[in-house]
């Protein structure tokens, strides 16, 4: 059975009318946490739209290569999408049952936010008010300055720092700019995120991450002090 029939039938089996914090609540746990990561992404997002109002062709591009979502699956998806944006829970109810799901895997938090960020970004700025939203987001996932600043960098194709993209103050020595590489590579990439309830259909945003992070680390590694 796929991810979306699993997740077709766990909405189906729940009354009709239920918040979907609630029903975030009761699929939060194992062994069904890759479906409470597709609640939370797509209900996240829900939200973070509303922080300027509109959603446009760019961020709904931009959220198809966070989150594939095929065809057969996009009346499911469109089903939670308006939950979440029409429930009054706050996006801080949705980001705190994350955190808590999520709480001894934190590359998963680190991997969700990125993704948000990428479709935040995808108008070639940052809306104020999304900004705020990550911002906060980031806080209640327990993820420090330095690291958001880094998944935005990441997630920016303007950004051609690659100490930004690395989050690293520039002229660290050869061999912590090494050990710090080596820290990403272990913690983010897209196999180890999926054994940890990152579902396959989020694999993209892990497989460009780590594309992008290669690519700052080739350009530094022959420029770092031995």
């Known amino acids: 059975m796929t991810l979306w029939q699993r ?38 997002g829900a939200k973070m739209a509303k922080a300027d109002g509109q959603v446009t062709h760019a961020e709904i591009k931009a959220f198809r290569e966070v989150f594939h979502i095929p065809p057969e699956a996009e009346a499911e998806a469109a089903r939670v999408y308006n939950m979440a944006r029409t429930d009054v829970a706050g996006f801080e109810v949705y980001a705190r049952q994350v955190e ?42 327990g993820i420090t300055e330095n690291e958001f600043r880094a998944i935005r960098a990441r997630q920016m194709p303007w950004e051609e720092d690659p100490w930004q993209i690395l989050g690293l103050a520039p002229g660290v020595d050869a061999a912590t700019l090494r050990r710090h590489y080596r820290c990403l590579v272990r913690d983010l990439h897209p196999d180890r995120l999926m054994a940890q309830g990152v579902p396959a259909e989020a694999r993209q945003t892990a497989e460009r991450r780590l594309a992008r992070i290669n690519a700052a680390y080739a350009e530094l590694r022959g420029a770092a002090p031995a």
């Open 7 to 44: 997740l077709k039938e766990s909405l189906s089996a729940i009354a009709r009318g239920t918040p979907l914090a609630a029903i975030f609540e009761r699929l939060s746990e194992e062994p069904e946490h890759s479906i409470g990561f597709t609640i939370a992404v797509i209900a996240l």
């Open 100 to 141: 808590k799901m999520f709480r001894h895997k934190r590359a998963v938090l680190l991997d969700l936010l990125e993704g948000l960020t990428h479709v935040a970004a995808a108008d070639g700025e940052f809306h104020p008010g999304e900004l705020a939203f990550l911002e906060e987001v980031a806080g209640v996932f």
